[in-house]
């Protein structure tokens, strides 16, 4: 029986372009954002409402703040309604810079990127080289902080490993 040829590598390279394309993507915007601010637009993406003694960055952080400080919900829905506007504001700015087609490309490459890392992370590894480049995403998660695929990458990983070992036992 001929073992099937490994997806992995191949998937590893798709998941190189999709991580060179949204590096692209985000310089691209990082310059755009660079040229605005030298033009006089603030087109800071912090949006923050002060909550009491808290800066709340999130509707959820506004809410547990606000109910922590013994806010009523009527106080607390109008600082949401601020955030709101707050955050309206700060999309409109940004638009109005002409940051949006780079904003769009950037969330498409980051797309690209993690549709890249679940097929990685679902296919099975069907040779030593392809659980080495699962376990190389693993060795780099614990260094740098998990992907999203994190727990999937290694559940699979795992599992190739295992089969693998089944199989050469044969």
């Known amino acids: 029986m001929s073992a099937r040829k490994d997806p992995i590598p191949r998937l590893y390279q798709l998941y190189k372009q999709a991580d060179e394309n949204y590096v692209t993507a985000y310089d691209?915007?990082?310059?755009?954002?660079v040229e605005a601010r030298k033009a006089g637009i603030n087109v800071s993406e912090l949006v923050t409402v002060a909550v009491g003694k808290y800066v709340c960055d999130n509707v959820p952080a506004i809410r547990s703040c606000g109910k922590e400080l013994g806010y009523s919900q009527d106080r607390i829905a109008k600082l949401i309604g601020q955030f709101r506007e707050r955050e309206r504001e700060m999309r409109e700015r940004r638009r109005a810079a002409g940051l949006a087609p780079f904003v769009r490309k950037k969330n498409a490459a980051y797309r690209e990127w993690r549709r890249a890392l679940a097929?990685?992370?679902k296919a099975r590894a069907t040779s030593l080289e392809?659980?080495?480049?699962?376990?190389?995403?693993?060795s780099r998660d614990a260094r740098l902080g998990p992907s999203p695929e994190a727990k999937n990458m290694a559940r699979s990983a795992l599992a190739d490993a295992i089969r693998l070992a089944r199989r050469s036992k044969r």
């Not at 392809?130 to 693993?138: Q, T």
Request: glycine share 12%; proline share 0%; aromatic share 6%.
């Open 28 to 33: 691209a915007l990082d310059r755009a954002e």
């Open 119 to 121: 097929a990685v992370a």
């Open 130 to 138: 392809g659980l080495v480049i699962k376990l190389g995403f693993i």
